[in-house]
């Protein structure tokens, strides 16, 4: 049973606009959320987080919102650049650290940023 | 600063070889971790390091084993391979539990 849910495995956004990526998660006791960026043949890079005490993160285009009692985080960007085109994880952790080995992964979001 | 790299990039094996990947990392971290990646699948942890000399399970260890000899190692072995271990594989480190994970490239491999 998935405990991380990215229902939308892909999204087309124009250049400019606002890209908006949804995860879901199940278990109340997720206390840290991030999000990875990954490019074709690259590893995972993270880009933004929030801690559960938190119900937004911003940095530059990046904004992160946490709704803990929909259970549910999503990534706003804006606007958006044609070099945001990547796959966008979600991931989550009991831990209060990114670094926890128990994150757990959403399948991912396949964004592509129209010019 | 090469950051976590991954050894090799690309491999093929028939059902029954063994192999290694190396994951080596410079940034003196003390975590390392495994990951496999299938398609439409999100990351999922096969086992982990949290200092030289130690390791753990993660969620799918089952087919696999690891040793971290030093610390800037982490090395993943497969006695036997089989099809259902076709996948690409991930290796991270990190400096503690606060901090970020960084991912290797990853290595993709193919069981026939």
């Known amino acids: 049973d998935q405990q991380v849910k990215q229902n939308s495995p892909s999204l087309s956004v124009q250049e400019g606009r606002i890209s908006i990526l949804n995860c879901d998660y199940t278990?109340?006791?997720?206390?840290?959320f991030l999000w990875y960026k990954k490019y074709p043949a690259e590893g995972p890079t993270f880009l933004i987080s929030?801690?559960?005490?938190?119900d937004k993160n911003e940095d530059g285009r990046f904004t992160v919102f946490l709704n803990k009692s929909a259970k549910h985080l999503s990534l706003h960007i804006v606007p958006s650049q044609p070099g945001d085109s990547a796959v966008y994880f979600c991931a989550t952790t009991p831990y209060s650290g990114a670094g926890s080995y128990q994150l757990t992964f959403g399948k991912g979001t396949k964004l592509s940023v129209i010019p | 600063n090469a950051g976590v790299t991954q050894t090799p990039k690309f491999r093929v094996l028939k059902t029954g070889q063994s192999m290694t990947l190396l994951c080596a990392q410079d940034?003196?971290?003390?975590?390392m971790y495994w990951y496999r990646q299938d398609p439409g699948m999100g990351l999922r942890l096969i086992h982990y390091?949290?200092?030289?000399?130690?390791?753990a399970k993660g969620e799918v260890p089952d087919g696999y084993n690891v040793s971290r000899l030093k610390k800037q190692n982490f090395l993943l072995g497969l006695e036997s391979a089989a099809p259902s271990q076709t996948s690409v594989y991930f290796c991270?480190?990190?400096?503690?539990?606060?901090?970020?994970?960084?991912f290797g490239p990853g290595t993709r491999l193919t069981v026939l």
């Open positions: 991270a480190s990190s400096r503690d539990l606060t901090d970020t994970q960084y």
């Open positions: 390091s949290v200092g030289e000399g130690t390791t």
């Open positions: 929030i801690s559960s005490i938190k």
């Open positions: 278990n109340s006791m997720f206390d840290y």
């Open positions: 940034m003196n971290h003390e975590y």
